[in-house]
């Protein structure tokens, strides 16, 4: 029985030309590694899938000039597409990266969010900020704001916080860690953005009965901490 494999690549790298600069900075080595020998497997049954449907192409060739004769307008159609058009297997594999390419990927994210210190360092503001301002800055690329367009050194921390804000109004609040004190009623801590939010920045717990002023700080990966002023 005839049949191709078109075999799928399982590790995360895969989608390596759809991530981030920031999540692929964070690439190692060893994980390019373990992709090349993924991707290693993949080639190997690329190849087989390759014998099949060159096998195919030239049995069809055959009935096709069987059928209408070798020089005929129908033939010599049949022979274009064979050349010139993908087909199922080439469509399938195409769409994994090579990697090598990946590793070059990789290399210039690393050295574009090293860069990202650097910047803000040399902007003037004052040494205890820069740390708050890289960490705003990977922030808002990873929201997939670009830096230099979007913002820049100076507007990052106002941005990242507008932006974070409106996150949590939307209720987009997977990469946020909240801390405050519980209720006295409900005995939950604030959950839910007040209906003045964006200016106020003041969370309540769930039966509303308790309001509490946040203070919005930004961490590694895009994290986004709201803690209760004087906690
Ligand atoms: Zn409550």
Redesign the pocket.
């Known amino acids: 029985m005839r049949e191709i494999k078109l075999y799928k690549l399982e590790h995360f790298l895969k989608d390596a030309p759809s991530m981030s600069d920031l999540v692929l900075s964070e690439v190692s080595q060893s994980d390019i590694d373990d992709y090349s020998e993924e991707f290693q497997e993949l080639t190997k049954q690329m190849s087989l899938d390759d014998d099949v449907m060159r096998e195919c192409a030239s049995t069809m060739r055959e009935e096709v000039n069987f059928y209408w004769g070798d020089y005929e307008k129908q033939s010599k159609y049949i022979e274009r597409m064979l050349r010139n058009e993908p087909n199922r297997v080439s469509d399938h594999y195409s769409q994994y990266t090579n990697p090598r390419t990946i590793t070059r990927s990789v290399e210039r994210a690393k050295e574009k969010v090293s860069n990202l210190g650097v910047v803000s360092a040399t902007t003037g503001i004052g040494e205890k900020s820069v740390e708050d301002i890289d960490l705003a800055i990977l922030f808002l690329m990873n929201e997939g704001f670009v830096f230099g367009t979007d913002f820049n050194a100076h507007n990052a921390v106002d941005i990242a916080k507008a932006k974070a804000s409106e996150n949590v109004v939307e209720g987009k609040m997977d990469n946020f860690e909240i801390s405050s004190r519980a209720?006295e009623?409900?005995?939950?801590i604030a959950s839910q953005p007040t209906s003045g939010f964006l200016k106020s920045r003041e969370l309540m717990?769930?039966?509303?009965?308790?309001h509490f002023e946040m203070k919005m700080s930004f961490g590694n990966e895009g994290k986004v901490f709201l803690k209760e002023v004087g906690e």
Do not use: L, N, T
């Open positions: 209720c009623e409900c005995h939950k717990c769930e039966c509303g009965s308790e």
